[in-house]
């Protein structure tokens, strides 16, 4: 089944210890990227890959790190969480289209992880 | 600067009237995708309709339908027949794929049907 699995779905954390949200997708797409939504606020982009050694921020990278060592895997890496990170992550992934964009394709959303950082 | 803008945080409509929720965006692009995508109570986001800047014609699929509009920088949804399996966060979205490949998503409208 072509998914988007991320790791941990829930998570509990205490301010300062770090973290990772692993992200892995079976579709070969080139395309990954991370939001956080809260409320009131929508869906916020973190930062997002276009290839493999390729990634960029998006509109709220602070606080956050991200690695594209293989097409298929996309961690979100908290090196010192704080309770303004509290929220719930997306990852998602599309394929690139030839001439265009990879922003520009649809995306499939991994079932989301929310952490809280006490 | 690039915006999109549901200004309808919050819907509620009884099953079977019809809804449109609105879709504002601002880009200075004459490339651009638009989305639209559903977030049901189970809290997953699934894919609607894309839609390019070159293409205007409004799309119908079953009780959804879309209604862009290039004039007024709309992109709106319309349920007909609304159902309580319609309830969800609709999240409208936009790209501009010869800038960059950042995907900016309005805020959401949380859309309630009532039996």
């Keep these: ?118 | 600067a690039q915006k999109v803008t549901q200004a309808q945080t919050e819907i509620s409509v009884v099953e079977k009237e019809d809804v449109t929720l609105d879709c504002v965006y601002e880009t200075r692009d004459t490339t651009y995708y638009l989305f639209w995508y559903k977030q049901p109570p189970s809290g997953e986001l699934v894919f609607l309709i894309r839609r390019n800047s070159f293409d205007e014609q409004n799309e119908i699929s079953g009780r959804y339908s879309w209604n862009f509009q290039k004039s007024t920088s709309s992109f709106n949804f319309t349920i007909t027949a609304s159902q309580v399996v319609d309830s969800a966060v609709y999240f409208c979205a936009l790209t501009m794929p010869y800038r960059d490949d950042k995907i900016i998503f309005g805020k959401g409208t949380r859309l309630h049907i009532l039996p």
């Design chain 1, 1 to 118: 089944e072509a998914q988007v699995t991320q790791n941990p779905r829930y998570l509990i954390t205490v301010t300062g210890k770090k973290l990772t949200v692993t992200c892995s997708q079976n579709m070969n797409h080139e395309y990954m990227s991370w939001y956080r939504q809260d409320p009131g606020l929508g869906l916020r982009q973190i930062y997002y890959s276009m290839n493999v050694e390729v990634t960029d921020k998006g509109d709220v990278p602070e606080g956050y790190k991200v690695s594209r060592k293989e097409k298929r895997n996309f961690p979100l890496i908290l090196e010192s969480p704080s309770p303004n990170q509290t929220s719930l992550y997306f990852c998602a992934s599309s394929p690139a289209v030839e001439g265009v964009g990879s922003g520009a394709n649809v995306l499939t959303f991994g079932a989301g992880s929310r952490l809280t950082v006490l």
